[in-house]
C-alpha cells in the first residue's frame, strides 16, 4: 500500500547509545517532516524537510539531527540518547510546502524507550 | 507562535450517542483539518474545510469551519466502540514561519466503562 513507512516500530535504548529511525514515503510527496509525541503534548515538529536538499529546525530540534536522503528517504539521528527523548516519533509527507492545506500522511510510528 | 486550543482534552461517549468538541486559534485559518489517531497508529485525515461556513461530512463525522475563521467543531453522531482515538485539529501556520501545519493538543476519546 502506498504511504509512509517508519522503521523500527519499536525501540529501547540505553542512555547514551546512538540510533537512527527511518522513513521513506513512496507518494512522490517533495516535503516531509518529524514528529514527537508525549503525553498531554500533542503533536510537537522537530524538524522538516521542504523540499530534497534542504531541513530546517522545527520546535523542540534539540538531540536530534536529520538527514534527506533523496526524494523518498527522511531520516531522524539521536546521537547521544537521554530519557527525555523517551517518545513515539512519527515521520509526515506532504505533496509540497505549498500544499500543506490538503494535509499530512503520517507513518504509524516508532515508539522509543530510552533507560 | 499560533496554537490551537482543543476542547474537551478529553471525553466519555457511551454507544449512541452525539458527541462533540471544538478547535479555537486566536488567529485566522484559512483552512482547517481534522484528524483521528487510533491507539497504536499514526492520525488519519478526517475532513478537510476551505470555506468559512462550510459544513462537511465524512460518515457519522460532520465538521464545521466557523464563521469567524478561529474555530472549527466536529461532531460524532451514534458513537460506536472504534471512535475510540485522539481526534486532532490542524491547520496552515502562517506563511511568515513557513508553509507548515500547526496541531491542536487533541481530544481523547473514551468509552464509558
Known amino acids: 500500500n502506498a504511504g509512509v513507512t517508519q522503521t523500527p516500530k519499536f525501540q529501547v535504548l540505553k542512555t547514551g547509545q546512538s540510533m537512527t529511525l527511518q522513513c521513506a514515503q513512496d507518494m512522490n510527496h517533495n516535503s516531509m517532516y518529524w514528529y514527537r509525541q508525549d503525553p498531554g503534548m500533542g503533536l510537537r515538529l522537530i524538524y522538516y524537510s521542504a523540499s530534497e536538499g534542504t531541513t530546517d529546525k522545527g520546535e523542540v530540534p534539540n538531540g536530534y539531527n536529520v538527514s534527506r536522503l533523496n526524494k523518498r528517504e527522511f531520516s531522524l539521528r539521536l546521537e547521544s540518547a537521554a530519557p527525555s527523548q523517551t517518545s513515539v516519533y512519527f515521520c509526515?509527507?506532504?505533496?509540497?510546502?505549498?500544499?500543506?492545506?490538503?494535509?499530512?500522511?503520517f507513518g504509524s510510528g516508532t515508539r522509543l524507550t530510552v533507560v | 507562535g499560533q496554537q490551537l486550543n482543543q476542547s474537551p482534552q478529553s471525553m466519555f461517549i457511551q454507544e449512541g450517542e452525539d458527541v462533540s468538541m471544538n478547535c479555537t486559534s486566536s488567529s485566522i485559518f484559512n483552512t482547517w483539518l481534522w484528524y483521528k489517531q487510533d491507539p497504536g497508529e499514526g492520525p488519519v485525515l478526517l475532513i478537510a474545510l476551505y470555506k468559512a461556513g462550510e459544513l462537511t461530512s465524512n460518515g457519522r463525522l460532520t465538521a464545521q469551519f466557523g464563521i469567524t475563521r478561529k474555530d472549527s467543531f466536529l461532531n460524532i453522531s451514534a458513537s460506536i466502540p472504534s471512535d475510540v482515538g485522539i481526534y486532532f485539529c490542524?491547520?496552515?501556520?502562517?506563511?511568515?514561519?513557513?508553509?507548515?501545519?500547526?496541531f491542536g493538543g487533541g481530544t481523547r476519546v473514551l468509552v464509558k466503562p
Open positions: 490542524a491547520g496552515p501556520a502562517i506563511k511568515a514561519a513557513g508553509n507548515k501545519l500547526t
Open positions: 509526515a509527507s506532504s505533496p509540497s510546502r505549498d500544499r500543506v492545506d490538503y494535509g499530512y500522511t
